[in-house]
């Protein structure tokens, strides 16, 4: 082979070289991405599955929380109401028979209350706002401390599974503050902030280091929640100066 | 008609030139054709313009080869009177120069923000490399400038690298099938294009020289990988008007 044609093969050679590595990168970068495809699409199945299974418990601890709810409400309440109604009943006196008659309406008028929550439906017709505010006045009610909402805004239109979480969050912050801050007062504040909408729930009992990290798995829980449905959860706590946890919701 | 001018744009680069303005109208009239918004994409208008551009730098080389006396004055200006028939100032200015800048623009038109930094600094130090060597002598307007061209395929092809990058990288790009993005295509043809028109531009000379028959059909690579490339820009500008065959672009959705 003269020296020319081997100088000819040489560029033959060198342009199929180059087209060669061309196509096997062009190749294996959509084998790369097929592969990584699936995983993605592996890893957002499981991350649904995920928010199903947080949305499954919410739900779970709700209608266990509303159960509760329901018995103190028999025990003390209503099995109260039955009694006083039995013993006005006894009585031949008619002006008792009335009151007894009354009562009887009262005990009525609780049952239809307690059983329209023991499905998850009254989460859809009640809004945030009003859910608080229910929450604030039965607090209240025990005596136990002061509560305050302060609302900037009406949370009605959010979809069912944020609404469920948020009612779960809530009603988590406020039973840790009951159990463990011994406040005398809540505060609860709805506003805009720059982020997006907040809601800022305050109380003014024992506090704790938040710095520090804690063994439960409460918080994180909390804040695990809030990030499913795309929100934020912060936590500061200081000893002897309560507690403020931030709800930044969804866009 | 004169017989110059039919061998200059039917006859020696007709099977090139024909299907390159066949291009060029069914783009023009695609364009038209668009939405006033949608013309206003770059995504739409960056393809196009390169189309037009190439029918007329293509066109006016034919033009060159058709009228000598200005061919051969305007290499007297640039000082070359040893080879007055060469129309090389014509390629290195358009195809070599702002060409490769056109397509450095379609590369960065398709990255999410964070990468477009890379080609705005490719482009500057693209400009600054081809005044630099142009303007000290080392390669001629006029001449085959090797030098330039394998600076200008290199950064073109670190930028489509840096596409593929983002296609396996990019959640939006994860989403979608790349058999069915133009990008992709776009992508890989102008890699192609480059790649293996790498060494017929470099040895231009040499080929000529030693062997006219071999550098002969590796030109009609180039002529190939072009043509193939001014197709998907063609199907890229029709594309809006063919619902349903290509996916949504995710780099639309970058913000």
Request: charge should be negative; proline fraction near 3%; glycine fraction near 6%.
């Amino acid at each position: 082979m003269s020296f020319l044609e081997s100088q000819v093969y040489i560029i033959i050679f060198s342009a199929l070289f180059l087209g060669g590595v061309m196509s096997t990168f062009v190749i294996s970068m959509v084998f790369i991405h097929r592969q990584r495809q699936a995983q993605n699409r592996q890893k957002l199945d499981q991350v649904k599955s995920e928010h199903e299974k947080t949305l499954l418990d919410i739900e779970n601890e709700i209608q266990q929380e509303t159960l509760t709810l329901i018995g103190r409400e028999l025990h003390d309440n209503i099995g109260q109401l039955l009694s006083l109604a039995k013993l006005n009943f006894g009585s031949i006196r008619p002006e008792k028979q009335a009151e007894g008659r009354d009562i009887l309406g009262q005990a009525i008028q609780e049952v239809r209350g307690l059983s329209k929550q023991l499905n998850l439906d009254w989460v859809e017709s009640l809004s945030i706002n009003e859910f608080i505010g229910q929450q604030l006045e039965r607090i209240q009610n025990t005596g136990f401390c002061e509560t305050t909402l302060d609302a900037d805004f009406e949370l009605v239109d959010l979809p069912k599974d944020q609404k469920l979480v948020l009612i779960r969050v809530i009603q988590e912050s406020l039973n840790n503050a009951i159990k463990h801050a011994s406040p005398n007062k809540i505060l609860i504040r709805m506003h805009d902030s720059g982020k997006g909408k907040q809601i800022w729930i305050k109380d003014d009992g024992k506090g704790f280091d938040s710095s520090q990290k804690s063994n439960g798995s409460g918080m994180i829980n909390l804040k695990k929640r809030m990030e499913t449905i795309g929100g934020e959860f912060e936590l500061t706590s200081t000893v002897g100066n309560g507690t403020e946890i931030t709800l930044t919701l969804p866009n | 008609m004169d017989s110059r001018f039919v061998q200059a744009f039917f006859i020696s680069y007709g099977e090139f030139l024909i299907p390159l303005d066949l291009f060029f109208i069914i783009g023009v009239a695609c364009f038209i054709k668009l939405p006033k918004e949608t013309r206003a994409d770059i995504h739409y208008w960056l393809p196009f313009l390169i189309l037009v551009f190439t029918a007329f730098y293509e066109n006016m080389g034919a033009y060159t080869n058709y009228n000598y006396e200005f061919k051969a004055s305007v290499n007297a200006y640039l000082g070359n009177t040893e080879y007055p028939k060469f129309n090389l100032w014509l390629n290195n200015i358009t195809k070599r120069g702002i060409g490769v800048i056109l397509y450095l623009f379609l590369i960065k038109s398709w990255l999410e923000p964070s990468k477009k930094k890379y080609i705005n600094w490719m482009i500057y130090i693209f400009i600054v490399v081809v005044v630099i060597i142009q303007y000290s002598g080392i390669e001629p307007l006029y001449f085959n400038q090797p030098i330039i061209f394998t600076f200008g395929a290199n950064i073109i092809l670190i930028g489509s690298g840096l596409y593929f990058i983002g296609m396996i990288t990019h959640e939006q790009y994860l989403a979608s099938n790349p058999l069915r993005l133009l990008s992709f295509w776009q992508m890989t043809f102008i890699m192609f294009t480059f790649t293996l028109t790498y060494i017929s531009s470099v040895a231009k000379f040499y080929l000529y020289e030693v062997n006219p028959v071999l550098g002969e059909s590796l030109f009609q690579i180039e002529w190939i990988m072009q043509l193939i490339n001014l197709g998907i820009l063609t199907l890229t500008v029709a594309s809006p008007l063919m619902p349903g065959i290509f996916e949504k672009e995710p780099s639309y959705e970058f913000s």
